[in-house]
């Protein structure tokens, strides 16, 4: 059997029942997820891509997965529209996004070749190539075309550059990440007119080295600041900073699109344990929408579903906005549809009928004691926020977060995960638990919804 059928006999064997298949995130229906890819609404449905490797549920070769939805709670499951067909992509379909012009959906993406042989993989055995593919309904793409390879980048930089991703303004402008020969990470920007041609503007970096690649950048504009998201590899911890293998977070950019640009001040997206390759797309009533993977590559702490043959998920779709120098993130409203019934309580320690629900804690002040699963205690107090996992967390163990003070907190939690807002998203945790334990303690009144199952309809 070829690679390619090999994944399309995956395809045809979803994963049967296992207790933490998520009832409101997207996962793989078999296999490894990753990024979250080609995000977009046209003619009123979101498309969600994603990174997929549907016959290795510990990372193989990849297309991108699809789902399509109207309103983020009835989902069709499109299977694998792009596979790694492409003498240009044969070693994997890459990350990348998409772009709506003249009612198509024009999607750009890295093809992956990775030559066999004993070769380093940075500087040489491996092609990123720059492809691009159509559609008019999202679901067939077609024209499959490369249209920049390694050679055409500039010659400072490793064979890593990839995750193209379009921002359109009075020209459509290309990002790329990319990695160069002093192993400094950094952003590419190109120019277009016509999505076809693409030249070299001038690149965005710090001053100072701030790790040695910068994977799925997405450049935007959010309430007049441009801000530059991505995930930067290579970098230590710092304090209570940059806990994770890799990071993900944002830069705020003042460019014009001319000259090199330095870009400083990297805050992180999120302090959970599983967030990464976070990606943006402004849907048709101008909300700018994130959705990350809830997952990390190379991390020590793994995931019991494996056994079941089924790895990651993507992390509820999140409104962005940015006010006061800093990017919130809200719970998508639509969510509001999925709740079911209401509770509130007041006392100490209860048995929750399940674990699918969305957590309310409204006036906090000075501290907070609250524990899940009898096992994951998030505390509050002299301005710092801690959060331990024990048995449940797989290896997941301690973050931490410095805050001035909190006043609110909503939980999204799902059969093994968890999601926290916190102070209205001014700051947000994600994490992946295994646990099927409903005890909750809280020092604080808790309000409480559980919440409804998506519907996801086969093709
Ligand atoms: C980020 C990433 C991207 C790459 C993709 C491959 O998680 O490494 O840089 O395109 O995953 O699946």
Redesign the pocket.
Known sequence: MNNIDRLLQAIKQPTTDDPYRLHYHLMPPIGWL??PNGLCQHDGTYHIYY?W?PADVN?GL?GWGHYATKNFIHYQDLKMPLLPDHPRDQG?A???SAIIKDNKIHYF??G?VKKPGDYDYILKGREHNFMHVESCDGHILTNKECLMTNEDYPDDLTLHV??PKIYHRDHDYLVM?ARDKQDVGQVLVYQSDDLKKFDYCCRLKTEKPFGY?W??PDLFELNGQMILLC?PQGIKQDGYLYENIYQNGYFKVNYDFVNDSIVKDFEEIDNGFDI??AQTFLDEQGRRILIG?MGL?DVDYTNPTVQNNWQHALTMPRILDYHDGHLYQKPLPEFKQLRMSQESYKKPHLQLKNNVFELQIKNISDTLYLKLRNDFIIEYHNGLMTLTMNESGYGRDIRHLELEHLDSLIIYSDTSSIEMFINDGYRTFTTRIYSENTDIECSNEINIYYLDSFKIESE
């Open positions: 990753n990024d990174q490797a990372n990849k994997g890459y990350s990348g993406y890295t992956n990839r995750d990440g690649m994977e799925c995930s990464y390759a993977w590559p």
